[in-house]
């Protein structure tokens, strides 16, 4: 089936660079895409999110790319903090409900 | 302060037996919904619910019974025809109401079967 999946299961990033954390999605009719943090043993926690008909969009310290000619979603983080250690996973929907499909997910490490 | 709670945090279940892990949200959220996570993987879908009395199934809902009697609670059942229990659940709700939602998810239950 469709799914979404990622490229670099461990992304290891110093403090203070900018990490680049990618996502490749192979539905087309997805429309509505989301980066959500997960801390160990918590919930995952919103970060960001853009819709098919934008290509890029910035929050604090973070962007996110849309490419949907080769179907690649990014997302940026700048000035990396040893707090932003975690697993960020991208999600698609089709749905306007919220139902998502998630990818397997990247576990960022910062180190000093 | 609103948001999701799931409980309990951690859950041990004999072999055999049935256990159901709680979700209430106070985000006056139509949809809510139920994950499984297993380590170093993604989220898979259980079941969600987009109104009251009504759910659908997901992607992996064999073994698990959900139940929508209230708006706030989403009660995820884990019977003793899952093979394999052991993961973490999540539960998340979203507004739905026909517009794009982000989806806010709980702390989760770490079930372990013994």
């Known amino acids: 089936g469709e799914s979404v999946g990622l490229h670099l299961p461990t992304l290891s990033v110093q403090e203070g660079d900018n990490s680049i954390i990618n996502c490749a999605y192979s539905?087309?009719?997805?429309?509505?895409f989301i980066w959500y943090k997960q801390e160990s043993g918590k919930g995952p926690q919103f970060i960001i999110d853009?819709?098919?008909?934008?290509d890029k969009r910035q929050g604090q310290r973070v962007t996110v790319l849309l490419n949907k000619t080769v179907k690649h979603l990014s997302l940026q983080i700048a000035a990396t903090q040893p707090g932003d250690s975690a697993v960020y996973f991208c999600a698609e929907t089709t749905d306007s409900w919220g139902k998502l499909q998630f990818g397997a997910g990247t576990q960022v490490v910062v180190t000093p | 302060d609103g948001g999701i709670t799931q409980s309990p945090k951690y859950l041990f279940r004999k072999e055999g037996q049935n256990v159901t892990l709680s979700c209430e949200q106070n985000?006056?959220?139509?949809?809510m919904y139920w994950y499984r996570q297993d380590p170093g993987q993604g989220l898979r879908l259980i079941y969600y619910s987009q109104i009251v009395n009504d759910f659908q199934k997901g992607d992996i809902a064999e073994g698990y019974s959900v139940s929508r009697e209230k708006k706030e609670s989403f009660p995820l059942t884990v019977t003793s025809a899952q093979k394999n229990p052991t993961a973490f659940y999540l539960c998340?709700?979203?507004?739905?109401?026909?517009?794009?939602?982000?989806?806010?998810f709980g702390q989760g239950t770490r079930l372990t079967v013994v």
């Open positions: 985000l006056n959220h139509d949809a």
């Open positions: 998340a709700s979203s507004s739905g109401t026909g517009k794009l939602a982000e989806a806010f």
């Open positions: 853009i819709r098919s008909n934008m």
């Open positions: 539905n087309s009719a997805s429309d509505y």
